[in-house]
């Protein structure tokens, strides 16, 4: 393996659109031309900002030669990314990371904020598949529903959506473990897949720990390298590094994860409680 390979093969592309996803997310669309890249649903990129910082940024498009990434911004890379327009530059390394198993039949998929954006092409590679998939997009507000209009456009007998916000303003009013406990209470799925906050993502954990439900979610994790050199990404106590074993982990290898749902590292390696 060249080491170009290694380092998931480092390009500058132009965007070329800008799409505003909510008040606050944008996703950034830029053409790939090389045939090397390789993508699989729940993975990657390395998305470097010219004098900023390099961050990783799950895809949210995968349509070759159009990729895309969905921004919310939260720190200084992300904000700098939201305010980047057509034409200008950003530099990509990846995919990196593992990805979601496409072999479910009667999927849930549950979506908190941004976490719909690895979610995004799960949802559409598995409705290629002829699997039946029910939708959960949570939010805290309507306005902040990624993707919901999207998705319910497409709905049919094959895909339904559906909202949790925790205001009340549109769908479910409440947090999403509390509607997912609802809709399994009324369907019978064989995976539930998830991305989104990790404290959500644990109190799915929690619901399902007990059934025969498979379980799949894609934890964050701080990332410097983005292919297993720094360490920075290591779970405890397994030593796991979500860059590479992840970022997407199964039921099985989650109830291993001492810090799921409880807390995550810093740049500097120190814990914070979610």
Known sequence: MSMDDFMGNPVSVRISKVVHETTTACTIIFNIKSSSFTFSPGQFL???????????????????????VTVLPIGEATESL???QPNDWIGIRGPFGSSFTLES?????????????????????????????????????????MFFEEFSQLSDDRLRVSASTDDGSEGFEGLAP??????????????????????MMH????????SKLAFQASLERFMKCGC?????????????????????????????????????RDAMGVKKKF
Not at 46 to 68: A, Q, R, T, Y
Not at 179 to 185: D, G, P
Not at 203 to 210: A, E, G, Q, R, V
Not at 257 to 263: A, D, L, S, V
């Open 178 to 199: 509390e509607a997912v406990k609802e809709i399994l209470n009324d369907n019978d799925f064989d995976t539930l897949y998830t991305c989104g906050p990790e404290l």
């Open 46 to 68: 390395m998305i470097w900002v010219s004098e900023v910082d390099e961050i990783p940024m799950s895809i949210s498009l995968w349509e070759p030669p159009k990729v895309g």
């Open 105 to 145: 039949k009667r999927a849930l998929v549950v979506g908190g904020g941004v976490g719909m954006a690895p979610l995004r092409p799960l949802i559409y590679n598995l409705r290629d598949k002829n699997a039946e998939v029910t939708v959960l997009i949570a939010a805290k507000t309507k306005q902040e529903l």
């Open 228 to 264: 297993g050199i720094c360490g920075t990404c290591a779970l405890d106590p397994t030593g796991s590094l979500v860059c590479v074993d992840g970022p997407v982990y199964s039921r099985d290898y989650l109830s291993k994860i001492t810090e799921f749902g409880k807390y995550q």
């Open 203 to 210: 109190n799915l954990y929690d619901i399902i720990k007990d």
């Open 82 to 84: 939201c305010t980047l």
